[in-house]
């Protein structure tokens, strides 16, 4: 497999986000061969090394080729990175458990690496476990579209707006990033979609020869799951959606982002009830006497840092006020990221010394992250176009989010960007097995419950939801709630939900 790239996170359904999770420009050449026989093979063995991660023992990987347009099976094909991890208790084994990343741009060899020793001691050895490296992600086939390193920073490639408001710049960015990926971005890219994604992992699922798979999908895979399930109903056994984004077929990333503002207001009293609380002070990180005085102070450093960028640790990239407030957008995921956080807050204020950047703000994404990450919620579905009102909604975001200061509602590469065909996202509807089971967390900063509560009325009765107290993002084996780890892993080990939805208390 190729060597790993640094990502960072555009959207976190994340939508944030990834939701979210976004390399110079290669372009790329899918597979001229035809895609070979109609179930596919695996020809399992070691996993390359992941940075910062140790792949647990026994954790395989393989090459999926499927085809580049699944309309035409004889046609180009890419190939899809695939991940294994056999239960360690065979007798007690019922099933293979596909766990899907966030992002868009999340790896799945990653995230199984990083959580599969615990998926499995916590599901009982009950299932094989698997993943995938979405097609443009990781190891698998990969395209960029020269997008220039200065339209690459984070808080670039994002649509924040100018300190007094204006978008101009972002407009003219938006214009000539969708413009490089028309141009050169090429069929690859154009094939980068949640649908590709359901139509590849039942590729993978035909090539493991299972006739179902249960599902955990996080962030943007928990939309990703979603959309298979409802496109195989009969070919998903048990389908966990771990923090939901709205998925309204209407707007489906677009709304995601919209979300952000009121998302990240919910939660950030999370953060300043942690910076004001006494034991902050031994720590060197309280940053005030009441946490009602944190929101005004971080918002009074943002403009301080729009005036005057202060020279970080990063040569040629000084700390910005958009980038201090990306900073807070992605640390409000976990509580384990607020002392970086304010840390970070403690370095701004100070006359001397320079901040230290956090890695996603360090420096320019990999074209080919930013390509894939705009390229998903682009190619899903149509934005509103140029036209319609980009400037007017930020003006009132701002006034009402000062938080995120517009960036969820301004203008971005999708509202010019070029389609093969008019896209038409899958509606998520209550038609299928109810075989689902929700967690959120009420103050998510990225998919919030308002968002995940549409998708839980879409589903019907196929669904069961457990909303979980603690704030953050990804709840599942992820924020520390043992009571809503208890109810997911019961229902994998066992098949039961509860009766109805229920609430988790911290």
């Known amino acids: 497999m190729k060597n790993w790239t640094r990502k960072a996170l555009l959207l976190t359904v994340s939508a944030a986000a990834a939701a979210g999770t976004l390399a110079a420009a290669v372009t790329p050449v899918a597979h001229s061969r035809p895609a070979g026989p109609?179930?596919?093979?695996?020809?399992?063995?070691?996993?390359?090394?992941?940075?910062?991660?140790?792949?647990?023992?026994?954790?395989?990987?393989?090459?999926?080729?499927?085809?580049?347009?699944?309309?035409?099976?004889?046609?180009?094909?890419?190939?899809?990175?695939?991940?294994?991890?056999?239960?360690?208790?065979?007798?007690?084994?019922?099933?293979?458990?596909?766990?899907?990343?966030?992002?868009?741009?999340?790896?799945?060899?990653?995230?199984?690496?990083?959580?599969?020793?615990?998926?499995?001691?916590?599901?009982?050895?009950?299932?094989?476990?698997?993943?995938?490296?979405?097609?443009?992600?990781?190891?698998?086939?990969?395209?960029?579209?020269?997008?220039?390193?200065?339209?690459?920073?984070?808080?670039?490639?994002?649509?924040?707006?100018?300190?007094?408001?204006?978008?101009?710049?972002?407009?003219?960015?938006?214009?000539?990033?969708?413009?490089?990926?028309?141009?050169?971005?090429?069929?690859?890219?154009?094939?980068?979609?949640?649908?590709?994604?359901?139509?590849?992992?039942?590729?993978?699922?035909?090539?493991?020869?299972?006739?179902?798979?249960?599902?955990?999908?996080?962030?943007?895979?928990?939309?990703?799951?979603?959309?298979?399930?409802q496109e195989h109903p009969g070919r998903v056994d048990r389908l966990v959606l771990d923090s939901t984004g709205d998925p309204d077929p209407a707007r489906v990333g677009y709304g995601w982002m919209v979300n952000a503002g009121p998302a990240v207001a919910l939660r950030f009293p999370d953060f300043a009830a942690w910076a004001a609380y006494p034991a902050r002070e031994a720590e060197g990180l309280r940053l005030a006497r009441r946490a009602e005085d944190v929101k005004p102070l971080f918002l009074a450093l943002a403009r301080e840092l729009d005036r005057e960028p202060k020279e970080s640790d990063v040569p040629g990239v000084p700390l910005t006020g958009n980038g201090l407030r990306q900073a807070l957008q992605n640390a409000l995921q976990s509580d384990q990221a607020f002392a970086p956080l304010a840390r970070l807050i403690r370095s701004a204020q100070g006359a001397e010394g320079r901040p230290v950047l956090p890695p996603e703000l360090a420096g320019a994404l990999p074209d080919e992250d930013a390509a894939l990450t705009m390229a998903v919620v682009c190619n899903d579905v149509r934005w509103p176009g140029p036209a319609s009102g980009y400037a007017a909604r930020v003006a009132a975001d701002r006034a009402r989010y000062p938080l995120t200061?517009?960036?969820?509602?301004?203008?971005?590469?999708?509202?010019?960007?070029?389609?093969?065909?008019?896209?038409?996202?899958?509606?998520?509807?209550?038609?299928?097995?109810?075989?689902?089971?929700?967690?959120?967390?009420?103050?998510?900063?990225?998919?919030?419950?308002?968002?995940?509560?549409?998708?839980?009325?879409?589903?019907?009765?196929?669904?069961?939801?457990?909303?979980?107290?603690?704030?953050?993002?990804?709840?599942?084996?992820?924020?520390?709630?043992?009571?809503?780890?208890?109810?997911?892993?019961?229902?994998?080990?066992t098949g039961k939900r509860p009766a109805r939805d229920t609430h988790c208390p911290n």
């Open 38 to 229: 109609a179930t596919p093979r695996l020809s399992w063995g070691p996993c390359d090394p992941v940075p910062g991660t140790v792949v647990p023992a026994g954790q395989q990987c393989a090459t999926l080729r499927v085809p580049l347009d699944h309309r035409v099976p004889g046609g180009p094909t890419v190939d899809v990175a695939a991940t294994r991890l056999p239960t360690d208790r065979p007798e007690a084994r019922r099933g293979t458990l596909l766990v899907l990343p966030g992002g868009p741009g999340g790896s799945g060899v990653r995230r199984l690496a990083q959580k599969g020793e615990a998926l499995r001691a916590a599901t009982e050895g009950a299932y094989d476990l698997v993943s995938l490296d979405p097609r443009g992600v990781g190891s698998s086939t990969r395209a960029g579209c020269g997008i220039p390193e200065a339209d690459r920073h984070l808080v670039t490639l994002r649509s924040w707006p100018a300190a007094d408001g204006s978008i101009s710049a972002n407009v003219d960015r938006a214009r000539r990033t969708a413009a490089a990926c028309a141009r050169d971005g090429g069929p690859v890219v154009r094939s980068f979609s949640t649908r590709n994604q359901a139509r590849d992992m039942d590729r993978l699922r035909a090539a493991l020869g299972e006739r179902k798979l249960s599902v955990w999908g996080h962030s943007y895979g928990s939309y990703a799951a979603a959309v298979y399930a």
């Open 405 to 493: 200061a517009g960036m969820p509602v301004n203008i971005g590469p999708c509202a010019f960007w070029t389609y093969d065909e008019e896209p038409r996202p899958t509606r998520i509807t209550g038609e299928g097995p109810s075989n689902v089971l929700m967690i959120q967390s009420l103050r998510d900063p990225a998919t919030p419950l308002a968002g995940a509560l549409k998708m839980r009325a879409a589903l019907g009765e196929r669904a069961r939801m457990v909303t979980v107290e603690r704030g953050g993002h990804g709840m599942y084996l992820g924020n520390g709630n043992a009571c809503g780890d208890r109810v997911v892993s019961d229902f994998l080990v």
